[in-house]
């Protein structure tokens, strides 16, 4: 009876150890290098046709591949298909615009990833580089401050933020009429308050829609009627432009969202135009406070272009008078993500005068993306020039086109607080499916632009008119 007593344990003992030892087994082979390298692999990749997408696997055991259609949407290389060679890169070719599933198998059995290729007809862009002044009006005004109303009485009031305004909120119409200017809000106000009406303000705020009812008070030192509030009708700055298609004449610019100076809420963009600008001048980044390209707006009545979207991704429009690049005069190819590569690549943009100059960077990271997000890659100037007469990455270079082996594959966006000779880039995927020249994903995410250490590369934005109400 002992003896099976003692039997049982020691079995018991045994099972425990090697449960142990599974687990163990289990967890040092989710963390390794090979397991993550198959889960980064993005669950939606887009393949321009004609490229050849790469996938480094690099995985110990045999990985099987499977496609939906493959006899005439994808190949794949080496052609050993469905068992691939150990840790050996796999290669896409499409051959059909389409689109196809492939499947990742450990030892064939084990389903590991599965990836939709969706192969997309060839684009071709001029590569942008200017250097334009950008103007923006939006939707309604934004509200960007308080400023407290001296009544006859004595008292300081405000009517506005009493209310529920609040800073970074959008006016879209008061007592029904629409508002274009931050003028016209205080016509209608002062209009109200002669009257001794209130004011019926429907105002826009994080995707919200709210009306708000205010009685003007007469200020003693305008002697006019005011709720309170600063506002601002439009933002205008210095940025680049990324490409323009010289069939349909679309533009597509910056790389990022503008938002507003004071309030930092993006812009719904009511109207807006591009026009040509020179820089006169560079302030010097150095870590901890990015540095700035100093431009001014050349003959602002001629219109390069109209802004018909103000996104995530930059600005967009529609090309009015056909820029010249002396850098590259015809159209180049774009490549989407799975196409670039780590290392040398250039960058577009002007540093002094109207002067189209080419930069050298490097592609330090890729960050694969299966939903429009920012931050896809991680660049650092590399170009001595650059960095001397800069610093690196400046406020103003947001949009300049990145561009490796004799294709477009994004644009700057931000600068690192820290070293401003790096930053992050977005991917020209985004870009041209923000621009309408490719279609968009069904599902989209946007995450937060910037953190702390990172400072958001953004349009410097300037009130054209200010006017307190």
Not at 119 to 147: A, D, M, T
Not at 154 to 170: F, L, N, S
Not at 317 to 335: E, I, S
Request: some cysteine.
């Amino acid at each position: 009876m002992k003896e099976n007593m003692a039997r049982i344990k020691q079995d018991s003992r045994w099972r425990t150890i090697w449960a142990m030892l599974i687990i163990m087994v289990i967890i040092a082979f989710c963390l390794s290098p090979q397991f993550r390298s198959i889960y980064g692999l993005p669950l939606h990749m887009r393949i321009i046709e004609g490229e050849t997408a790469l996938l480094d696997v690099n995985f110990p055991m045999t990985v099987s591949v499977k496609h939906s259609d493959p006899s005439i949407r994808i190949q794949s290389f080496p052609a050993v298909l469905p068992i691939l060679a150990l840790s050996r890169p796999i290669s896409f070719e499409p051959v059909k615009l389409g689109q196809s599933t492939i499947e990742f198998k450990l030892l064939g059995i084990i389903p590991l990833r599965t990836v939709l290729v969706d192969v997309l007809p060839p684009v071709k862009l001029i590569p942008g580089g200017h250097s334009i002044g950008v103007v923006l009006r939006s939707q309604g005004v934004i509200v960007v401050g308080n400023s407290p109303i001296l009544t006859m009485y004595g008292q300081y009031v405000t009517p506005g933020k009493d209310a529920g305004i609040e800073v970074g909120d959008v006016i879209i119409s008061i007592n029904g009429t629409p508002v274009q200017s931050d003028t016209q809000v205080a016509e209608l106000i002062d209009d109200c308050g002669k009257k001794n009406q209130k004011a019926d303000i429907f105002i826009k705020r994080n995707g919200g829609q709210y009306h708000v009812t205010i009685l003007p008070a007469l200020c003693s030192d305008t002697k006019r009627y005011r709720i309170g509030l600063f506002v601002r009708d439009s933002a205008a700055g210095v940025g680049t432009l990324t490409f323009y298609e010289p069939n349909s004449k679309i533009f597509g610019a910056l790389g990022h969202v503008i938002t507003d100076s004071d309030t930092n809420q993006p812009i719904d963009c009511e109207e807006g135009k591009i026009v040509l600008a020179t820089v006169s001048g560079i302030q010097h980044g150095k870590r901890g406070q990015p540095g700035e390209k100093i431009g001014v707006f050349i003959e602002e009545d001629q219109l390069l272009g109209n802004i018909r979207k103000n996104t995530n991704f930059g600005i967009y429009g529609d090309l009015h008078t056909q820029l010249q690049n002396d850098k590259y005069p015809d159209a180049l190819p774009v490549a989407s993500m799975s196409q670039i590569q780590l290392g040398p690549a250039e960058m577009l943009t002007v540093v002094d005068g109207q002067t189209i100059e080419e930069f050298s960077i490097e592609i330090q990271k890729i960050n694969m993306q299966d939903a429009p997000e920012s931050k896809g890659l991680v660049i650092k100037v590399t170009d001595p020039k650059l960095i001397e007469k800069t610093g690196g990455i400046v406020q103003g270079m947001s949009g300049s086109p990145i561009i490796q082996n004799g294709k477009i594959v994004g644009a700057v966006t931000h600068v690192f607080v820290h070293d401003p000779t790096s930053g992050y880039g977005c991917f020209i995927d985004w870009m041209l499916m923000e621009s309408g020249i490719l279609p968009k994903k069904e599902q989209q995410t946007a995450k937060k632009l910037f953190t702390i250490k990172e400072k958001y590369y953004r349009l410097g934005t300037k009130a054209k008119s200010f006017c307190f109400f």
